[in-house]
């Protein structure tokens, strides 16, 4: 009889057309930053390449506010709600044409699985402009007064795990509310957002309304400091949130700031073993566990521990780590050597911190940035592990006794973003729902989205909602005079 070997089904390249340099998309065109300063992105999982983008300073950052000032003042906040919602509904439209062309640069730029940009991220960020235009028309009546007003310019500032998503979360509620942008997408994947910014043209969005300026971390440190922007919404690090959060502390600009986290995901012994198996492995191995809200830290019942981590094991020994452009793939290539680095070095400590480290067996490329899929077990909440945000595909291993211990492990952190809970009775899901202190509880699930569903969390996981109405409010000042 034949060797059935593994066949691998790679999506095609060609549908991407990836220029070999970009400009800044300021005032509805492509143009050169004032200093002609580039940086290179490159394939993750190739170390390749793939385009020259332009780097903004404070000039080009300047230029991209005053843009965005004059398009609020004469055009946006000018232009009907209504008329507003048919920019959303058609950029909604281009993005599902365009599906496959994004999901293929997405995961060109990003390192993660194609099957999960062709399936999540793009369908989601077409799904958020459709949602956020059908609020166009009512926005009189979602609680803001009678005619609730935009907040302005906002500056917004991105991460690289979903960049076309987190672009969708942040352009599509400011856009339909009146409001204007400077939108930033992190240094190591630009590409989608620029995409992007030809969508806007191809939509016939008035020019300026959306500008997007490619740089780093200082390019970003200029758009929250720059005097005329009136919110900022920022997705990253807790670090980089605590700063903004100073710089802007002694000025009337808003900010909504998505941070990090380290959820709990609770199986208790009354838990469906397999199907909590399949909710722990997405869990933490879905985006290569680059998610804020990435069940990183698993507490299990202890009478059921030994069981749970035998089939965790057996799971995850069918995980296949590798190529992103193969359809096939679970887990993709570390966004970057920074972040592959970050990881070595906080999973070194948990070795050193006396906890045991399991991976199944696998082979990774030669070429690019990999980290196999890890377990650790012996952790204890002291542990580096078991408190700080790894952002890899590494899962901390905690048990417990009884339900309020349970509860007291999975609330001893400083974040509070997310959690889980695996249970066959529906009273206790509600009693430790009720108790857990996080943002967005999943139960007998995880790492569920959808647009209505208001995103954020507690304590230095953030401030503020993003998504559903209250993610609107965000980018709306009430009307106070006319609600009273
Ligand atoms: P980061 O917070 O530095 O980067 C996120 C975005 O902020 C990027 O666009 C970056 O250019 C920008 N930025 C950096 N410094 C800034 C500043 N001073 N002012 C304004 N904007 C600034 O995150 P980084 O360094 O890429 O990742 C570090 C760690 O942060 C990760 O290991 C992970 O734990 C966490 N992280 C959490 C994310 C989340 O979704 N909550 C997303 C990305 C990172
Ligand atoms: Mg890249």
């Not at 700080?388 to 048990?399: A, D, H, K, R």
Request: proline fraction near 5%; charge should be positive; hydrophobic fraction near 40%.
């Amino acid at each position: 009889m034949s060797n059935f070997e593994y066949a691998s089904a790679p999506e095609s390249k060609a549908i991407a057309n990836i220029a070999t340099s970009y400009g800044l998309f300021i005032g509805g065109k492509f143009v050169d930053p004032r200093k002609g300063k580039s940086f290179e992105t490159i394939n993750p999982a190739t170390e390749e390449v793939l385009s020259k983008i332009g780097y903004a300073d404070k000039l080009d950052v300047d230029l991209a506010v005053k843009s965005a000032r004059s398009a609020f003042t004469k055009i946006w906040s000018k232009t009907p709600a209504k008329e507003r919602g048919k920019y959303l509904y058609r950029i909604a439209r281009i993005l599902q044409e365009r599906a496959r062309e994004f999901a293929v640069v997405e995961t060109l730029d990003n390192g993660k699985p194609i099957r999960e940009s062709r399936d999540t991220d793009i369908p989601l960020a077409a799904a958020h402009f459709f949602y956020h235009a059908g609020w166009a028309d009512k926005l009189e009546y979602a609680g803001f007064g009678n005619k609730p007003k935009p907040v302005g310019v906002v500056g917004q500032i991105i991460p690289w795990n979903f960049p076309l998503l987190m672009l969708a979360w942040k352009i599509a509620p400011a856009l339909v509310a009146g409001n204007t942008v400077v939108l930033k997408p992190a240094e190591t994947t630009p590409l989608t957002a620029l995409l992007f910014a030809q969508v806007c043209q191809q939509a016939g969005l008035p020019e300026s309304v959306v500008n997007i300026i490619t740089g780093d971390g200082i390019t970003g440190a200029a758009l929250v400091n720059h005097p005329d922007i009136n919110k900022v919404a920022f997705t990253g690090s807790t670090e980089v949130g605590k700063a903004i959060a100073r710089s802007i502390s002694a000025t009337n600009k808003r900010a909504t700031l998505e941070l990090g986290g380290k959820a709990a995901n609770l199986v208790f012994e009354d838990a469906a073993i397999d199907e909590a198996v399949e909710g722990i492995v997405n869990g933490i191995f879905f985006n290569q566990g680059h998610v804020c809200c990435a069940g990183s830290r698993l507490l299990v019942q202890e009478n059921v521990a030994d069981e749970v981590l035998e089939k965790l094991k057996a799971r995850m020994s069918l995980i296949r780590v590798g190529d992103p452009m193969d359809k096939n793939t679970d887990l993709g290539a570390i966004n970057s050597k920074e972040q592959l680095k970050r990881i070595h070095e906080i999973t070194k400590s948990g070795d050193a911190e006396g906890a045991n480290r399991w991976s199944p067996e696998c082979k990774l490329p030669s070429k690019g940035f990999w980290y196999p899929p890890t377990i650790f077990t012996g952790v204890s909440q002291s542990h580096r592990i078991a408190r700080e945000e790894i952002f890899g595909p590494v899962l901390s291993v905690l048990t417990f006794r009884t339900p309020a211990e349970g509860i007291e492990k999975a609330n001893n952190t400083m974040y509070g973003l997310s959690a889980g809970i695996w249970s066959d009775k529906g009273a206790k899901i509600l009693w430790a729902a009720k108790q857990l202190k996080a943002g967005v509880i999943w139960s007998n699930t995880f790492n569920k989205f959808d647009p209505a569903s208001p995103f954020g969390g507690y304590k230095e996981s953030g401030w503020g909602r993003e998504g559903g109405r209250h993610g609107l409010s965000g980018y709306l000042k009430s009307d106070v005079k006319a609600s009273k």
